[in-house]
């Protein structure tokens, strides 16, 4: 798999670039346009915007885990930091609020005015030494609610037990933007979020049962071995039991990719239906390097970047590993600000036309 990508990289430069020039990027945006059109008629029930209009661009969760300290049970969110938007001038965050009787905390987003931090929900309520680190410290989790540390050991044990906690992990927050506010803004979720999640999970299980074909809807090969030395610390995600490539997403985005996967082939077969079978081919190519673009920023190893211009979704391969990460950021592919499917397409796009204007074609 690794190996193929350079492959294919070389065969658009070296091969289709030469061959069609100008052409092959506008035709890239023109049938990237249109996945994006159909899969809006297929998933945007799962993505709705708000009720005043705001558009969510991101879905942050933290993995969980139950208390072991003794007499406790409750859930403690896997969280590595409190921060949402940390800049010079606009600073975000959230904090926990034990929930004894529940057993779990609720999460409460302050933000910092001139003369301190206070509730976002309710700004005259201030906000006296905030905390920012985090429940996570070296892999080991601390309660907020008995104050109890599980070990390293013992968070790996239960997330293993559950393949690595992706698809029960808490919807703690979520980012929209709005063409009335400057910046984005971060609420908590409603149980229409919540009811999305789970419709969006019932759909994929659905089609998941009724899908024919060679190869399976979702990734089912296994992903790199982790643990040990060297190569090994790179891909640690076996050791929370992230075992198959399907385990790395969440039910909503593998709904996501695997529509996309079906439009971008889809789309190569309509184009050689049209025109001749090395245009389909070359066009079909550059769309699904880019679905493998949108992968690399819709997985539950992406994390929310507080410290960006604007903040967004982190991508996966900051280097060359699958990182374990407690807390992760859910992009929408419909989303134009930040790990949508427009900037997974547009870069090869232009990458192709500044390839041609430079004389690499044909002619």
């Known amino acids: 798999l690794f190996r193929s990508i350079p492959v294919l990289l070389n065969k658009v430069v070296l091969e289709y670039v030469p061959k069609y020039g100008q052409r092959l990027a506008d035709e890239v945006r023109k049938w990237g346009e249109w996945i994006k059109r159909e899969a809006e008629k297929e998933l945007a029930e799962f993505y709705p915007n708000d009720a005043d209009g705001a558009t969510p661009i991101a879905y942050l969760w933290a993995r969980t885990i139950q208390c072991e300290g003794p007499g406790c049970g409750a859930e403690v969110p896997l969280i590595r930091s409190f921060w949402l938007s940390k800049k010079a001038n606009r600073s975000v965050a959230f904090q926990l609020v034990p929930n004894l009787e529940a057993k779990r905390v609720d999460f409460k987003i302050i933000v910092k005015q001139r003369d301190g931090w206070v509730d976002q929900a309710n700004p005259k309520s201030r906000i006296d030494n905030p905390k920012f680190d985090g429940t996570v410290k070296r892999g080991s989790a601390t309660c907020l609610c008995c104050g109890y540390t599980t070990p390293v050991a013992r968070v790996r044990e239960q997330l293993k037990a559950r393949r690595g906690g992706t698809n029960t992990a808490r919807l703690f927050c ?152 407690w807390d992760f950021a859910e992009g929408t592919f419909l989303s134009e600000r930040t790990a949508g499917w427009n900037d997974a397409y547009e870069p090869p796009a232009k990458l192709v036309e500044a390839l041609a204007t430079l004389g690499l074609h044909e002619g």
């Open 174 to 325: 979520i980012v929209t933007t709005s063409p009335a506010t400057v910046g984005r803004i971060y609420r908590r979720p409603t149980d229409n979020d919540l009811n999305c999640v789970k419709r969006a999970s019932d759909e994929l299980a659905k089609r998941i049962k009724s899908h024919t074909g060679p190869l399976s809807l979702v990734p089912d090969e296994p992903t790199p071995m982790g643990g040990g030395s060297g190569a090994g610390r790179a891909f640690s995600q076996r050791n929370y039991g992230m075992n198959d490539f399907a385990d790395l997403f969440t039910a909503r985005q593998l709904l996501a990719l695997s529509t996309l996967t079906q439009l971008v082939q889809k789309a190569g077969n309509l184009i050689v239906t049209a025109k001749d079978k090395g245009a389909g081919s070359a066009v079909q190519t550059c769309l699904a390097l880019a679905l493998s673009r949108l992968a690399d920023r819709t997985c539950s190893l992406c994390t929310w970047r507080p410290q960006a211009d604007q903040e967004k979704v982190e991508h996966v391969f900051t280097r060359k590993a699958l990182p374990m990460t």
